[in-house]
């Protein structure tokens, strides 16, 4: 089995989660108010709005050719209609380094995280949503100059989740009128505002930027239950499929998968706890990449896949190597049967404030908070070797165990 000879191999972050002091989004508001809901807030993060050379520099010098970073919509426009030449500088100086290094940018205009202004407005339910964030990404586009891959929004099906969620959570009037029996699923409404702002969206960037354009999808890759068949159809219609069926005619999707979830008679079914379970608190299934892959390929009309996360939040680094080693199995085993896969991407490529936690660890780098110096792991040194072998094929097991107790 052959991948191509282009394909990506790289690591992902986002703006949030890894620069710092990211206090004109709406995420900094909500971790410095909520303090059961977000229980550690984000601060200096790991300082990668400073620190984005060594970043990148640590990954390229392991072997990985690829790195996914977010241009963050709330430093670009603080304030609804002021955007800032200077924060625009400061991502083409990004887009600059991970190629001067020898990495390939991917890049994602928005990763959960919008300006104050339009949450507070109404956010996603606002009228003008569609017309603001076409906005931000024409202005955006300007330092697109080069860059072959842009993902328009990071998993829209749970934004549209965290919508109904923040809903729950946030809004005393919106959670006391929820009915005991409700759902906590991904709203629709917003799914389809989300779809006609990643539409506009394409269209902005295939005039402004010779880039190939798509989003992401987060998928469950839910299993059935005997007897629940139309409770996986329909659970997988609002979670994925609305999603998935956004992308076509897109020039690739942007698979993300960590685990799967079985679905039962009243909707998915809550992870149950078991000593293999990671710790997000979700079962250990590297072959969740697999199933998505294929579904994501079916349910698009075969639009081209690329994997722009995938990992597994552990302190044991040899088990981050015994699921990815896993998960890209079932990977080259899509590209055999035919699909068009065109890189992964782990997540992540450091250790990085989880939405309100700090304890998941996903990286390949780990980050001292104190003094923010960086330490890779064995896991990245193994990533960057089945980079330079374009594969697991002829890998032998000497070289794995090699590289994972150095």
Same mark, same amino acid.
């Given at each position: 089995?052959?991948?191509?000879?282009?394909?990506?191999?790289?690591?992902?972050?986002?703006?949030?989660?890894?620069?710092?002091?990211?206090?004109?989004?709406?995420?900094?508001?909500?971790?410095?108010?909520?303090?059961?809901?977000?229980?550690?807030?984000?601060?200096?993060?790991?300082?990668?709005?400073?620190?984005?050379?060594?970043?990148?520099a640590?990954?390229?010098?392991?072997?990985?050719?690829?790195?996914?970073?977010?241009?963050?919509?709330?430093?670009i426009?603080?304030?609804?209609?002021?955007?800032?030449?200077?924060q625009?500088?400061?991502?083409?100086?990004?887009i600059?380094?991970?190629?001067?290094?020898?990495?390939?940018?991917?890049?994602t205009?928005?990763?959960?995280?919008?300006?104050?202004?339009?949450?507070?407005?109404?956010?996603?339910?606002?009228?003008?949503?569609?017309?603001?964030?076409?906005?931000?990404?024409?202005?955006?586009?300007?330092?697109?100059g080069?860059?072959?891959?842009?993902?328009?929004?990071?998993?829209?099906?749970?934004?549209?989740?965290?919508?109904?969620?923040?809903?729950?959570?946030?809004?005393?009037?919106?959670?006391?009128?929820?009915?005991a029996?409700?759902?906590?699923?991904?709203?629709?409404?917003?799914?389809d505002?989300?779809?006609?702002?990643?539409?506009?969206?394409?269209?902005?960037?295939?005039?402004?930027?010779?880039?190939?354009?798509?989003?992401?999808?987060?998928?469950?890759?839910?299993?059935?239950?005997?007897?629940?068949?139309?409770?996986?159809?329909?659970?997988?219609?609002?979670?994925?499929?609305?999603?998935?069926?956004?992308?076509?005619?897109?020039?690739?999707?942007?698979?993300?998968?960590?685990?799967?979830?079985?679905?039962?008679?009243?909707?998915? %079914?809550?992870?149950?706890?078991?000593?293999?379970? /990671?710790?997000? @608190?979700? &079962?250990?299934?590297? +072959?969740?990449?697999? $199933? !998505?892959?294929?579904?994501?390929?079916? %349910?698009?009309?075969h639009?081209?896949?690329?994997? /722009?996360?995938? @990992?597994? &939040?552990?302190s044991? +680094?040899?088990?981050? $190597? !015994?699921?990815?080693?896993?998960?890209?199995?079932?990977?080259?085993?899509?590209?055999?049967?035919?699909?068009?896969?065109?890189?992964?991407?782990?997540?992540?490529?450091?250790?990085?404030f989880?939405?309100?936690?700090?304890?998941?660890?996903?990286?390949?780098i780990?980050?001292?908070?104190?003094?923010?110096?960086?330490?890779?792991?064995?896991?990245?040194?193994?990533?960057?070797?089945?980079?330079?072998?374009?594969?697991?094929?002829?890998?032998?097991?000497?070289?794995?165990?090699?590289?994972?107790?150095?």
């Amino acid at each position: 089995m052959n991948l191509r000879d282009d394909f990506l191999w790289g690591a992902a972050s986002s703006a949030h989660q890894t620069e710092g002091n990211n206090n004109a989004a709406d995420w900094w508001g909500y971790e410095n108010r909520s303090r059961p809901y977000f229980p550690e807030r984000s601060g200096d993060a790991v300082d990668s709005y400073h620190r984005y050379p060594e970043d990148m520099a640590l990954l390229a010098d392991a072997g990985l050719n690829a790195y996914r970073f977010g241009i963050e919509w709330s430093r670009i426009e603080p304030e609804e209609g002021q955007f800032s030449r200077a924060q625009l500088d400061h991502y083409r100086r990004m887009i600059e380094t991970a190629r001067k290094v020898g990495l390939e940018p991917v890049v994602t205009l928005h990763h959960f995280t919008s300006p104050r202004w339009f949450s507070n407005r109404g956010g996603w339910r606002h009228p003008a949503a569609v017309e603001s964030f076409s906005r931000y990404v024409d202005r955006a586009s300007s330092v697109l100059g080069g860059v072959n891959w842009v993902c328009t929004i990071n998993e829209p099906n749970i934004v549209a989740l965290g919508v109904r969620y923040l809903d729950m959570t946030l809004d005393s009037r919106a959670a006391s009128s929820r009915p005991a029996n409700a759902r906590l699923e991904p709203d629709n409404e917003i799914g389809d505002v989300l779809v006609r702002a990643h539409r506009e969206a394409v269209e902005i960037l295939r005039t402004t930027t010779t880039a190939n354009v798509g989003w992401t999808v987060g998928q469950q890759a839910f299993e059935e239950t005997a007897g629940n068949e139309d409770v996986l159809a329909r659970t997988n219609e609002v979670w994925e499929d609305r999603y998935l069926a956004g992308a076509r005619g897109d020039d690739f999707l942007g698979v993300q998968s960590y685990t799967s979830q079985r679905v039962g008679a009243d909707g998915p %079914i809550p992870h149950p706890e078991h000593p293999d379970n /990671t710790l997000m @608190g979700w &079962a250990y299934r590297p +072959d969740a990449l697999g $199933i !998505a892959l294929r579904r994501a390929w079916d %349910i698009t009309d075969h639009v081209p896949l690329l994997v /722009t996360e995938n @990992g597994i &939040a552990t302190s044991d +680094d040899t088990r981050r $190597i !015994a699921y990815t080693t896993e998960a890209l199995t079932h990977l080259e085993d899509a590209v055999t049967d035919g699909i068009d896969i065109r890189g992964y991407l782990h997540w992540s490529a450091l250790d990085n404030f989880e939405w309100g936690r700090w304890a998941p660890t996903f990286g390949l780098i780990g980050v001292d908070r104190a003094t923010f110096a960086r330490t890779p792991k064995p896991s990245l040194a193994w990533l960057g070797q089945v980079a330079r072998n374009n594969g697991l094929s002829g890998l032998t097991a000497v070289q794995t165990i090699k590289v994972s107790t150095s």
